[in-house]
T-cell receptor, first 114, second 109 residues
Framework: NAGVTQTPKFQVLKTGQSMTLQCAQD?????MSWYRQDPGMGLRLIHY???????DQGEVPNGYNVSRSTTEDFPLRLLSAAPSQTSVYFC?????????????FGSGTRLTVV | GQSLEQPSEVTAVEGAIVQINCTYQ??????LSWYQQHDGGAPTFLSY????GLEETGRFSSFLSRSDSYGYLLLQELQMKDSASYFC??????????FGTGTQLKVEL
């Protein structure tokens, strides 16, 4: 069981470039989310999905797109990178249902925009 | 919206018991979770309270009081490896998590 796999682990982008952060899980989880973590600000929700074909915005969605064509994959696209998007990005998945509260997180992607 | 407050830092000695508090404001939620994160690592799930009361998982216990908008994480028999950041999080619709800003726990000899 690989769990939640994120690629790449590190990335440096120039302002205005676009890229896709990959996220895959092999646990057949219905719920998947993307968070960004900035120093002193905890984790903030960017986008989330409650199942294949269904996505919605979180707290800080501007500048990011997502899609969920399969249960396993939930890529995050940065449309035109800005220095404010320098952060650590975590993908997470869970079975869902309010009696099962735990999310499994990937190891993160450390993104620097210059 | 939702907001959660935690102390920014807590220090305790090895072998002791420490309590990390979390107060929140929300119009509705399904439960309160706790996550541990070591420096440079990913958050890992510790505990979840859907109902009021105490949940125990080994050395860790978590408590929720909906009437007081309050919860806490209790760590017993502290070990050096428990030095990490701890986050409380509310579970909302769509199983979304809203995190607090985290508490850095330092365990000293």
């Amino acid at each position: 069981n690989a769990g939640v796999t994120q690629t790449p682990k590190f990335q440096v982008l120039k302002t205005g470039q676009s890229m896709t952060l990959q996220c895959a899980q092999d646990m057949n989880h219905e719920y998947m989310s993307w968070y960004r973590q900035d120093p002193g600000m905890g984790l903030r929700l960017i986008h989330y999905s409650v199942g294949a074909g269904i996505t919605d915005q979180g707290e800080v969605p501007n500048g990011y797109n997502v899609s969920r064509s399969t249960t396993e994959d939930f890529p995050l696209r940065l449309l035109s990178a800005a220095p404010s998007q320098t952060s650590v990005y975590f993908c997470a998945s869970s079975y869902g249902g309010q009696t099962v509260g735990g999310y499994t997180f990937g190891s993160g992607t450390r993104l620097t925009v210059v | 919206g939702q907001s959660l407050e935690q102390p920014s830092e807590v220090t305790a000695v090895e072998g002791a018991i420490v309590q990390i508090n979390c107060t929140y404001q929300t119009s509705g939620f399904y439960g309160l979770s706790w996550y541990q994160q070591h420096d440079g690592g990913a958050p890992t799930f510790l505990s979840y309270n859907a109902l009021d009361g105490l949940e125990e998982t080994g050395r860790f216990s978590s408590f929720l009081s909906r009437s007081d908008s309050y919860g806490y994480l209790l760590l017993q028999e502290l070990q050096m490896k428990d030095s990490a950041s701890y986050f409380c999080a509310l579970t909302g619709g769509g199983n979304k998590l809203t995190f607090g800003t985290g508490t850095q726990l330092k365990v000293e000899l």
